[in-house]
């Protein structure tokens, strides 16, 4: 009841969401991914549209509903997740990059079932692309909003992440309690941009994404003055 009187402060734009996990297939039965379940992107892309917003969100394999009037997109791999936002990321003014994504895949998927033999083995793997990186340094470029999941030196860390990938703003998360974060109901996060910063404290994700989104709003006016 209380997002139907959320001001619609987002009203005229049009915001392009990553979430959730990708999965990287080792053969046809096998996978590497990670412990995301998409909530907060989820959280996010309802809290966009309740705003105003239109929302387009690219979904990695979770298992929730889609926001009422929200556009979803889902793909497995990341290299799938990178081609889906690229396509749209021309017709979109913010991108919020929110997906854990698998950082490598494997070199060569195999076409059958791995047989396991009595020895050890060894699974190559290769670097896949930064999406966020590579929407950041798109021209022209969206206002772009990353995540950082940290288990250590929360700051500095996201900090190095938000300069490195070229970020308009990040939003860093402590991951190493398990009571916030990756998979969990709630979430704090720590707010940085360029000349400034704003603690999030620990709240449920759907009300950490209202706030998160008031603050994207509150830069996006701020810039276009
Ligand atoms: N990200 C992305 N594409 C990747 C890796 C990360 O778009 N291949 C995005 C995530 O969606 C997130 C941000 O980059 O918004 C930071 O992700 P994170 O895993 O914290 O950072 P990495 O740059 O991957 O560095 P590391 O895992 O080594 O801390
Ligand atoms: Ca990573």
Same mark, same amino acid.
């Given at each position: 009841?209380?997002?139907?009187?959320?001001?619609?402060?987002?009203?005229?734009?049009?915001?392009?969401?990553?979430?959730?996990?990708?999965?990287?297939?080792?053969?046809?039965?096998?996978?590497?991914? &990670?412990?995301?379940?998409?909530?907060? #992107? +989820? !959280?996010?892309?309802?809290?966009?549209?309740?705003?105003? /917003?239109?929302?387009? %969100?690219?979904?990695?394999?979770?298992?929730?509903?889609?926001?009422?009037?929200?556009?979803?997109?889902?793909?497995?791999?990341?290299?799938?997740?990178?081609?889906?936002?690229?396509?749209?990321?021309?017709?979109?003014?913010?991108?919020?990059?929110?997906?854990?994504?698998?950082?490598?895949?494997?070199?060569?998927?195999?076409?059958?079932?791995?047989?396991?033999?009595?020895?050890?083995?060894?699974?190559?793997?290769?670097?896949?692309?930064?999406?966020?990186?590579?929407?950041?340094?798109? &021209?022209?470029?969206?206002?772009?909003? #990353? +995540? !950082?999941?940290?288990?250590?030196?929360?700051?500095?860390? /996201?900090?190095?992440? %938000?300069?490195?990938?070229?970020?308009?703003?990040?939003?860093?998360?402590?991951?190493?309690?398990?009571?916030?974060?990756?998979?969990?109901?709630?979430?704090?996060?720590?707010?940085?941009?360029?000349?400034?910063?704003?603690?999030?404290?620990?709240?449920?994700?759907?009300?950490?994404?209202?706030?998160?989104?008031?603050?994207?709003?509150?830069?996006?006016?701020?810039?276009?003055?």
């Amino acid at each position: 009841a209380m997002q139907f009187f959320a001001p619609k402060l987002l009203a005229g734009h049009s915001i392009l969401l990553t979430a959730g996990p990708t999965r990287e297939a080792i053969d046809p039965v096998r996978y590497i991914s &990670n412990q995301s379940s998409g909530k907060m #992107g +989820f !959280a996010l892309a309802k809290a966009a549209a309740d705003m105003g /917003a239109e929302v387009t %969100l690219v979904s990695g394999p979770v298992n929730l509903t889609t926001p009422v009037g929200v556009k979803r997109v889902d793909v497995i791999s990341t290299q799938d997740m990178l081609e889906a936002v690229m396509r749209r990321v021309d017709s979109h003014d913010i991108f919020i990059g929110c997906a854990a994504v698998a950082d490598y895949r494997v070199t060569e998927i195999a076409n059958e079932k791995i047989k396991k033999s009595s020895t050890d083995m060894q699974l190559a793997l290769v670097r896949n692309p930064d999406i966020l990186a590579t929407v950041a340094s798109h &021209n022209p470029r969206p206002f772009t909003l #990353g +995540f !950082a999941a940290e288990t250590q030196d929360v700051e500095r860390y /996201a900090k190095d992440k %938000l300069v490195r990938k070229k970020l308009d703003m990040i939003a860093a998360n402590d991951v190493s309690n398990p009571e916030l974060g990756f998979n969990a109901d709630n979430n704090a996060l720590k707010v940085i941009w360029a000349k400034g910063q704003e603690d999030l404290p620990a709240t449920d994700k759907q009300t950490l994404a209202i706030q998160l989104l008031g603050i994207v709003a509150e830069r996006i006016a701020i810039l276009k003055d």
